[in-house]
């Protein structure tokens, strides 16, 4: 008794939950409903604080957020993964979802970012310039090349002319701040906002322009959107003065 | 498939075999989609890219060695704590097997705590020994054995419990020393345990994911076991990352099915 007593609770709740899908779905009025942001693991903290920003200037909207690696959720969305806007570290990813017509509108980049070396706090090592890395006895760890801050790493070292054998290719940039973090490898290459975000145990060593990288960020609103105004209403924040200010708080650079 | 069932087989009822029908298609769906999406043309050129072939090679290098480690320590602790009864007993059985329900990157965390240069011993092993083990295979073989033994211990000890212990007195009082009878009697008897235990215990290690990437990185030929290549072509070449899957998932197939057959029978 108690079994079916449970079956028809859950019923209940399937039909319900869809019904109330079905209807936010229908009345979808300006800046009401929900929207799911799909975003590059980088964006985290300066999305999170534009999305509460956001919500708190449109009440009725509720901003959901996806992040991970760029060529992560790509694939993802690729699979048929729900989302209403993508913002990806760099634009060869985003090329992906245009090449598969996955988008709703042309990219527009929103902010840029530049590489940093990070050590840990003190630089114990007194690394002072990519050419530092290769020294006998640096333990150095990079983004694997096929992620794009590994790429990009690659190419910094390219253009100062070094080159440098890490002792790992790690699997996004997270994991390299937190590598150095724990005192297990000496440097690494990352962006300079992933720098500011690795809080006191990290600090960065600057990488001169005539070696740097600049990746830009694009973003678009996805084909699957429900929420077509919503979404544009969001993108139109971030590219804002006011979203703009939150970016270079994190340490983004304005497109 | 033709295996000796001493038990008599009974009736069926229908909403069991329903369920189980539906418990069984739950784990052939997600291989159906993986054999559909198979890129049979280019297959057998990405598996023999040189990259697929030394991460295989790599993988069945460290679950392999994962494996013979956990055997090594795993069986004389589960005969522990079979055999011998302590105060703590319990805590530290929980303690050893809770890699388990660990999530595998916390443990990579741990094992970095632990053993990485700033670590509680990995200071003085890489201070005074020299050992470097972060980065390095022996690195990966540690985080495959930290995460795959409980599933050893675990098997073995049942195995251990469940053995009749008349067998090993009946040796002891017809004068065998306590080593043979360990060698000739109790490991014998608790075979099938341990082979299972053993067999559950590499697919874990072979298939290990976050306690690697976290504890012994990234790096071809080093470091990158299979399911960290998988992971990488998945972002850059996603048929690539299936034709891989396929392959360790036929690897451990064909190991399950044949050892299952071979020393555990039917049951």
Sequence with gaps: MRGRLALVAIVFVVVAGCGAGAQSAASA?????????????????????IGGAFQKLHPGAKVQFNFGGSSTLVTQIKEGAPGDLFASA???????????????????????????????????????????????????????????????????????????APVSQELDVKAVVSKVALGEADAGIVYVTDVKAGG???????????????????????????????ARAFLDYVVSSAGQTTLAGFGFASP | ???????????????????????????????????????????????TSPTALQALRLSLLASLSATALAIAL??????????VSFPGRNLLRALTTLPMVLPPVVGGVALLLAFGRRGLIGGWLSDVLGIHLPFTTAGAIMAETFVAMPFLILT???????????FEDAARTLGARRWTVLWRVTLPLVRPSLVAGAVLCWARALGEFGATITFAGNFPG??????????????????????????LLAVSLVVLVALRDRWLGSA
């Design chain 1, 90 to 164: 760099d634009q060869p990813t985003m090329q992906k979802l245009v090449d598969a017509s996955l988008l709703a509108g042309s990219p527009q980049v929103f902010a840029k970012n530049k590489l940093a070396i990070v050590v840990g706090a003190g630089n114990p090592k007194r690394i002072a310039r990519l050419a530092d890395l290769a020294r006998a006895g640096t333990v150095a760890v990079f983004c694997a090349p096929t992620v794009p801050c590994g790429n990009y790493a690659r190419l910094a070292l390219a253009k100062a002319g070094v080159r440098v």
């Design chain 1, 29 to 49: 009025s300006p800046l009401t409903g929900s929207i799911s942001v799909v975003a590059a693991a980088s964006l985290t903290a300066a999305f999170q604080v």
């Design chain 2, 74 to 83: 795993g069986v004389p602790l589960a005969w522990v704590y079979a055999r």
């Design chain 2, 156 to 166: 073995v000890e049942a195995g251990f419990r469940s053995m009749d212990p008349r």
């Design chain 1, 200 to 230: 006191s145990k990290v600090q960065g060593v600057p990488i001169p322009n005539s070696e740097n990288v600049i990746a830009s960020y694009p973003v678009a609103i996805l084909k699957g959107t429900h929420n077509t105004q919503l």
């Design chain 2, 222 to 247: 080093t470091t990158q076991t299979m399911p960290l290549a998988v992971y990488l072509a998945l972002e850059t070449d996603p048929d690539a990352a299936i034709a891989l899957s396929l392959v």
């Design chain 2, 1 to 47: 498939m033709r295996v000796p069932n001493n038990r008599s087989e009974s009736p069926l009822p229908l909403p069991l075999g329903l369920l189980a029908g539906v418990g069984a298609a739950f784990f052939i769906f997600p291989l159906l989609g993986l054999l559909v999406r198979m890129p049979w043309a280019s297959a057998w050129l990405k598996l």
